[in-house]
């Protein structure tokens, strides 16, 4: 009996592998039918828990009025479209306040495709990032890189990155600035992988808020002064040397303009001391003369909405996928109908042979059961990569190209 | 049958090596404990160790000149990140500050407490450029604990920083703080009841960094811009003879020993020398009072009836 089924297997196999093409073509066709909903399901319940997640670890959000979606995203994803800009006193009121650590953050420029995320050390500490290689910044111009980053840009601690300036025809807009990487980020599979992180004044710098420039009460070329008055007021003109890379030796001269508590801020992550101190953030800022100006939002809120809307959606696709794999199997099941019979005169000379009607059907149960296990497997395969990729192609599809 | 077999094998290895997880790595352990206290400048340094139960855990970074106007290296920045509290003197003190990533949040600001009387220099180099409207660099007096009644705040404020940040506050702080202050007042005392025998004296200032301690004792001093080690030159004399004019300053304040050929000169104009050290950095000998007593000590002759 087993050597019967063997030689049943043996037989369909020889017979799969003569007719490659048709026996691929049936393998992919079924294993596609197999693998979209578990892709689809891995996909949402995947985005569910990156959403969540990183939601839940971000108690609050302080904004400028608008889309709380576009600022929360803009917030955990650093995804392009920039919020508009609230300013980092109102992070330093939240601080004096005593009801929560607030952490600034300025996501307004790109290296290429990566973010720039100016921000405070405190960042590091409440994400739980770690260097793997090399060390934080420590001194202005220099820069932090997410592993994602790194790997993409080419580039380790002792490189250096130039940020991408926003607008190439305006010529008098901001220089782009040369910064120095200091250390690579430990991968975490979170928005932090694919994002240049700086220092909060490091990012004022690349706005134009600060510079460096060569000494004025030391130049003696007359022609970079455009006026100079007996209040000890110099006016240069453009001609002006302003650097765009920080070095050790030029870091002394730069400094910035007018108040830094004015300086704008993406956003801010706030912190909460407790249950308490959140309640009443959140009962000041619902306030009308607050809320006209600023908002606070709680992400997790905000990305359960957002869940349940892919929810929504799943919903509709898996009465689509249904249709199609009832559709696909009809099919599926035609093409070995219709192949039987064209067939017929192959199985006839079987039988004639000496094979009885039952080890006949034998051998199409074991091509069945062969196109069926190779089906698997292919599905199979594509599952664990989906669920190894899953989240990496997903924190690639959050962010913006 | 020999083709299958490979085939299923390669599909066990691949299955394997996916199933090798090396994306997504685990943070690794938070950062390392911070035990070290950083301070700015040798008076916080003092205090912190008389403060602290471990004074060898009190971080004043070696600086050559004016702690001030440290220009610190990314490997001196990166101490200073490891370390809980950082005091700083305020006032726009820390030069650096701008230009480095510290925690802000650990940073404690002993002179916030006075902020209100903080002094303004202005008429400092302003300069332009390009459409923007004109900037300057003048700021906050910063040596602050030359008043010593705001020193003795100073050192409030950083008691009460080391009592809430950090574990190596002994249960004597508030003991050893008593005695901080005590000597403080001591000072503040002697240098009211010295000043007070010639209130609003005009004097000279080699530097200006004696406003506070002018406001503090009730003295009118205007400043030039000389260096104790350095002969000055003939501009800065005439700059001197020109100040003197309108503000007859018989002794000029020195931050340091200046050189004899300065002395003799200032002599013959009718001005005599006097150190006033204002110990922002570590000194060679002795430490925070023990100059202090000294520079009281020098002032004597200056008010001497």
């Known amino acids: 009996m087993i050597k019967a089924i063997g030689n049943s297997f043996f037989i369909a196999g020889r017979y799969l592998l003569y007719h490659k093409g048709r026996s691929l073509i049936l393998i992919i066709a079924l294993a596609i039918i197999l693998f979209v909903p578990v892709f689809l399901n891995i996909i949402v319940s995947q985005s569910r828990k990156q959403l969540s997640s990183r939601a839940d670890d971000t108690p609050l959000i302080l904004g400028a009025p608008g889309s709380s979606l576009d600022l929360a995203m803009s917030n955990l994803y650093f995804v392009a479209k920039q919020p508009a800009s609230i300013t980092y006193q109102d992070a330093i009121d939240i601080e004096q306040s005593g009801l929560a650590t607030a952490i600034p953050l300025h996501t307004g420029f790109r290296v290429g495709d990566f973010r720039i995320v100016g921000t405070t050390l405190d960042y590091f500490e409440h994400r739980q990032l770690n260097i793997k290689d090399g060390r934080l910044m420590a001194m202005l111009g220099e820069a932090v890189v997410g592993a994602s980053a790194a790997r993409r840009l080419n580039c380790s601690a002792g490189d250096s990155l130039v940020s991408t300036p926003e607008n190439f025809i305006d010529i008098a807009g901001q220089y782009p600035l040369k910064m120095k990487v200091t250390g690579v980020l430990a991968a975490t599979g979170t928005a932090d992988d694919e994002a240049v992180f700086v220092d909060l004044r490091t990012s004022w710098v690349i706005a134009g808020l600060g510079h460096g420039h060569q000494d004025l009460s030391k130049n003696k070329d007359p022609s970079i002064t455009l006026k100079s008055d007996d209040k000890n007021t110099v006016t240069a003109n453009a001609k002006l040397i302003t650097y765009i890379e920080i070095t050790a030796k030029n870091l002394a001269s730069f400094h910035f303009h007018g108040d830094d508590s004015g300086f704008p801020i993406s956003s801010a992550i706030l912190v909460p001391k407790d249950e308490k101190s959140k309640a009443l953030l959140l009962g000041r800022y619902q306030n009308p003369s607050q809320s006209q100006t600023r908002q606070l939002i709680r992400p997790p809120l905000i990305m359960q909405e957002l869940i349940d809307a892919i929810f929504r959606i799943k919903t509709v696709l898996d009465v689509v996928v249904i249709v199609v794999a009832i559709s696909t199997a009809l099919t599926i099941l035609l093409v070995f109908i219709l192949s039987l019979r064209l067939r017929a005169r192959e199985l006839t000379t079987i039988f004639r042979l000496g094979c009885g009607r039952l080890t006949t059907a034998g051998f199409v149960i074991a091509e069945l059961f062969l196109i069926a296990a190779a089906s698997l497997i292919l599905a199979a395969l594509l599952i664990t990569l989906t669920n190894h990729w899953g989240h990496t192609l997903l924190i690639q599809m959050l962010q913006e190209r | ?305």
Not at chain 2, 54 to 76: C, K, M, R, V
Not at chain 2, 136 to 154: K, M, Y
Not at chain 2, 161 to 176: F, M, R, V, Y
Not at chain 2, 216 to 241: C, F, G, H, R, S
């Open chain 2, 1 to 305: 049958m020999k083709r299958l077999h490979s085939i299923c094998w390669a599909i066990a290895a691949l299955s394997l090596l996916i199933s090798c997880d090396s994306e997504s790595e685990k943070p690794a352990s938070p950062p390392a404990a911070e035990s070290k206290v950083f301070v700015s400048n040798y008076p916080l340094a003092y205090f912190a160790r008389r403060l602290s139960a471990d004074p060898g855990q009190i971080y004043l970074p070696e600086i050559n000149g004016d702690p001030a106007f440290w220009q610190p290296t990314a490997e001196d920045i990166s101490t200073v990140q490891q370390c809980n509290p950082l005091i700083l003197n305020g006032a726009t003190y820390e030069k650096w500050l701008n230009t480095v990533t510290v925690p802000r949040r650990r940073i404690v600001d002993t002179s916030s407490s006075f902020q209100d009387q903080w002094i303004n220099i202005e008429n400092e180099v302003t300069h332009q450029h390009g459409p923007k409207g004109p900037h300057s660099h003048n700021g906050i007096v910063f040596t602050t604990w030359l008043d010593l009644s705001q020193a003795a705040r100073q050192a409030q404020s950083l008691a009460d920083a080391l009592g809430e940040k950090n574990p190596l506050t002994n249960s004597d702080l508030p003991n050893q703080l008593k005695n901080l202050i005590s000597d403080l007042d001591g000072l503040n005392a002697a240098l009211k009841k010295l000043t007070n025998n010639k209130p609003q004296l005009q004097l000279v200032a080699s530097h200006p960094v004696y406003q506070y301690f002018a406001r503090a004792y009730n003295l009118d001093i205007q400043a030039v811009l000389w260096e104790p080690d350095v002969y000055p030159e003939e501009q800065q004399w005439t700059e001197l003879e020109k100040i003197l004019t309108t503000h007859p300053a018989q002794w000029m304040i020195w931050e340091g020993p200046p050189l004899e050929k300065s002395v003799q000169r200032l002599k013959k104009m009718g001005l005599g020398s006097v150190v006033f050290d204002p110990c922002a950095n570590q000194p060679d000998s002795g430490d925070f009072l023990s100059i202090m007593q000294q520079n009281i000590k020098n002032l004597r002759p200056v008010f001497a009836q």
